[in-house]
């Protein structure tokens, strides 16, 4: 099972000024929903701004570790 602090950690590891929320959709760490705001987005398209996401994320992504993550990204106001 993943720790919401892991999954912010992995993501601020690669998008420092990132502000992330994490929400466990399943109660069992594996299906989450995330919420990524960042000026590293800025001028990017949303694919770009969910694959530096996926990026972070791979590991893991590849192990099944998240089995379904519902991502949203946006640039801060």
């Not at 601020?12 to 959709?25: F, M, Q, Y």
């Not at 069992?28 to 590293?40: A, E, F, K, P």
Request: charged content about 15%; proline content about 3%.
């Amino acid at each position: 099972m993943l720790d919401s602090q892991d999954v912010i950690a992995a993501i601020t590891r690669l998008i420092p000024d990132a502000k992330v929320s994490v929400e466990d959709l399943s109660g069992g760490g594996d299906h989450l929903q995330v919420n990524v705001i960042s000026s590293s987005f800025k001028g990017l398209s949303l694919i770009k701004q969910h694959q530096l996401v996926y990026k972070a994320l791979a590991t893991e992504m590849a192990n099944e570790t998240i089995h379904a993550l519902a991502l949203n990204t946006s640039v801060p106001n």
